[in-house]
């Protein structure tokens, strides 16, 4: 039944993280190495190093993070004060199998969310939990070739019926893969490792291969999806994408079919997530390739069963794309080679362009697509801040950029009727960038005092963004 006038009443407001942004101590209680570990710190325009495990005297700004692994209790303070009533964050799967094909689980691994997970219940703030974000162990990787390999389904069910079973009572959100479909963009390294722990051989189509890995992992997730309900019928499963809507740079036609089709590329994984299979274009290309995909009758059957209870996704900027003069109709998206910057929005100091009603869009696009209700779980600003010396910092940017997106998030649900679950902005405390590896791409409500090089005390101080962002919660929306 569609008649809100307001967000729900049972709004989940909070803030996401993932383990490996934040958590640091990469070797304590057990915990095994996972693809994160093996990124070094780029900076703005320069790429993260995927290096051939731990390689000494190299800085690798994820093996301390934030120090949350030993100071989360003071962190999950703050998200209380501020009126959380969720936090989104990651199991770490090297802290419960730290090589991935382990038969038993690690119990310091589970002993420390466990622990978490009580601290957040402590201030009735619900976790929110993903799976896989960009985290997955390294040695699943250089044993069998990340999820190229069918085996991976086995271990990454292993790891879910743990968890599931374990955290049962204290977590009912959760999610399988974070953005799932970065991975459209083959010729990015950064991406097929993270989504999938996939390093190109030599020669290798990893068009293919991204097509095949993908298809496990949405086996994976649909088995998951299936196997947590029935642990626990209460529990809510979600997919989760990274949606960055993809405009054509202007009304001529062949612009306009390069978009619809860099839109098809980039979210068919949510049409399988949701609707339970591939879309024809997908089914058809495929099948034009002679690619002979491993993709059975069954697994078929398995994405058919195994659909999500909410689409989870990250908005952070929209996109255009142009159609190129002498070639034909790419069945790929690479944002390099098909991006034009859009003349009408801003752009952050790292090149994301700042489009507030495009959140709006792509809420009315899935609703128009997908019959499920939705979450925004990452939404935010990078941005460098400046410390004054009372450790306060004026972030009126972050304010402003997080407003307009609520103002069109709530336009998208009082106006276009679209059923909204909750909103976590993205790094409510500073941590490490995934892209960059950078501390100083920050998007918190705290500063976090540590710098690019990994020098700072780690001390927690309040933005100006704390006080505003506790006065939305308190209002659910309403005082922006
Ligand atoms: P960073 C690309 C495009 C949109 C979202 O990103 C992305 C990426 C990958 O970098 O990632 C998500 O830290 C991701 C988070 C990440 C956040 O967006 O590069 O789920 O792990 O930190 C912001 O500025």
Not at 29 to 38: E, F, I, L, P, R
Not at 172 to 187: H, S, V
Not at 201 to 218: D, F, P, V
Request: with cysteine; hydrophobic share 35%; glycine share 8%.
């Amino acid at each position: 039944m569609v008649n809100t006038k307001h967000l729900r009443s049972d709004f989940l407001w909070g803030g996401a993280v993932a383990a490996h942004q934040l958590e640091g101590g990469w070797q304590e209680g057990g915990k095994g190495v996972s693809v994160a570990d093996v990124m070094t710190a780029g900076a703005n325009g320069v790429e993260r190093k995927i290096t051939d495990g731990v390689q000494p005297g190299l800085y690798y700004p994820n093996h301390e993070g934030i120090d949350f692994y030993h100071r989360y209790p003071e962190d999950i303070k703050l998200f209380a004060e501020m009126g959380f009533k969720c936090f989104r964050t990651s199991i770490a799967w090297t802290r419960i199998f730290p090589k991935g094909d382990e038969i038993e689980p690690n119990e310091a691994g589970l002993k420390f969310y466990d622990d978490l997970f009580d601290e957040c219940l402590k201030y009735n703030i619900e976790p929110v939990i993903t799976l896989s974000h960009f985290e997955m162990p390294y040695h699943l990787v250089q044993e069998y070739g990340g999820w190229r390999n069918r085996k991976l389904i086995d271990f990454f069910m292993n790891f879910a019926e743990v968890v599931f079973k374990r955290y049962q009572n204290k977590v009912k959100y959760w999610m399988t893969f974070n953005e799932i479909n970065n991975q459209t963009d083959y010729d990015n390294g950064f991406s097929l490792m993270t989504n999938s722990g996939l390093k190109p051989q030599n020669g290798e189509n990893m068009e293919k291969t991204m097509y095949q890995a993908a298809h496990y992992e949405l086996v994976a997730s649909a088995k998951a999806v299936k196997l947590g309900h029935q642990i626990n019928p209460n529990f809510q499963i979600g997919s989760m994408i990274a949606m960055v809507p993809l405009y054509p740079a202007t009304s001529k036609p062949a612009d306009v079919m390069k978009a619809e089709r860099a839109m098809q590329a980039r979210y068919w994984f949510e049409d399988v997530q949701s609707n339970g299979q591939y879309p024809l274009w997908l089914q058809q290309y495929q099948a034009n390739q002679s690619w002979n995909l491993d993709i059975t009758a069954e697994d078929l059957q398995i994405l058919q069963q195994g659909t999500v209870d909410y689409i989870g996704f990250s908005y952070y900027m929209s996109r255009c794309v142009q159609a190129h003069e002498d070639e034909p109709l790419s069945y790929s998206y690479k944002e390099e080679k098909d991006g034009v910057p859009n003349k009408y929005v801003k752009a952050s100091e790292w090149g994301w362009q700042i489009d507030p009603e495009g959140l709006r869009y792509a809420m009315n696009w899935m609703a128009d697509r997908y019959d499920k209700p939705q979450f925004i779980v990452e939404n935010g600003f990078g941005a460098i801040d400046q410390k004054e010396s009372d450790s306060s910092v004026h972030d009126q940017y972050r304010i402003d950029y997080l407003k307009a997106h609520i103002e069109q998030m709530k336009l998208a649900v009082t106006e276009d009727g679209v059923d909204l679950m909750g909103y976590t902005p993205w790094g409510c405390i500073d941590l490490v960038s995934a892209g960059t590896g950078q501390m100083s791409k920050r998007y918190g409500f705290i500063y976090v005092d540590k710098d690019d090089e990994g020098h700072g005390s780690l001390e927690r101080s309040k933005k100006d963004s704390f006080a505003w962002y506790q006065k939305v919660i308190k209002s659910n929306g309403e005082n922006l």
